[in-house]
């Protein structure tokens, strides 16, 4: 997947890849010096879940912050030029961004992740998702301007230890949104939804900063099925190095890229 990335009218010439791959200039949340060969395997203390709208991410990182006995952190939902937004006023796509930046930024930047604390964190986001959104919703000019927070911010950040992608195809978040009926998501568009899936598809086929565990959730669904839902967790509670696929076909549910 190369080259550049049609969103709406707009072309992204490698704008996603390069949020995926650029070296990230925060630091990385196990950055503590550890005797080697200490432990074979060490659960990650930072794990994010990221993915688009109903797609299960909410669910599961409080299932992981639960079994983990981890901080949960959760994505910011409060906004009050949301619904400006989403009845496209002018300049509220704008507004609507940088208050979720500043947000996001202000949560992960409280995180006690030093070389001395033994706190874990489950979160349901990552600090890239916000500038997912904006390359999805801002003019050029905006993001010239938005770009310069951005980059401020994210150096200040922890990087996870691993990253868990769940992804499902447009139809199944549409219905899942249909079956939710959440008020405020009513007014997410069809054509809208499959730009976020496209973008989401594409940021993280270039991504690198963490291990990364790619879930398809189309087939399965660990919110009411718990046979679904243990095969998940042990797969996370096993070493997961690159990048690697929970595939669940007749049992074969793992493969390493």
Not at 24 to 32: C, F, I, T, V
Not at 58 to 69: E, F, K, P, Q, V
Not at 97 to 122: I, T
Not at 162 to 188: F, S
Request: with cysteine.
């Amino acid at each position: 997947m190369t080259g550049s990335l049609e969103i709406g009218n707009r072309k992204l010439l490698l704008t996603l890849p390069a949020i995926a791959s650029e070296a990230q200039p925060g630091y990385p949340a196990n950055s503590e010096t550890r005797e080697p060969m200490a432990n074979l395997f060490e659960l990650p203390r930072y794990i994010a879940v990221e993915g688009p709208i109903r797609v299960g991410k909410s669910t599961l990182a409080d299932i992981l912050a639960g079994r983990l006995n981890a901080q949960r952190v959760m994505e910011p939902e409060s906004n009050p030029f949301l619904h400006s937004f989403y009845e496209g006023e002018r300049g509220a796509a704008f507004q609507a961004q940088f208050a979720f930046l500043v947000q996001r930024f202000e949560q992960l930047q409280a995180l006690d992740l030093g070389a001395r604390s033994q706190k874990v964190v489950v979160a349901d986001f990552i600090f890239e998702k916000d500038k997912l959104f904006a390359c999805l919703n801002l003019t050029d000019q905006e993001l010239e301007t938005y770009n310069r927070y951005y980059n401020y911010f994210r150096a200040q950040l922890p990087t996870p230890d691993l990253v868990i992608y769940l992804q499902a195809t447009p139809e199944v978040l549409k219905k899942r949104l249909k079956k939710k009926n959440v008020p405020g998501e009513r007014a997410v568009s069809d054509d809208y939804l499959e730009e976020v899936v496209k973008a989401y598809e594409h940021f993280f086929f270039h991504y690198t900063s963490s291990d990364l565990l790619i879930v398809n959730t189309s087939e399965i669904d660990f919110v009411d099925r718990n046979e679904d839902l243990q095969e998940l967790l042990r797969k996370v509670s096993e070493p997961i190095k690159g990048t690697q696929y929970f595939l669940p076909l007749g049992g074969q549910e793992a493969a390493s890229a």
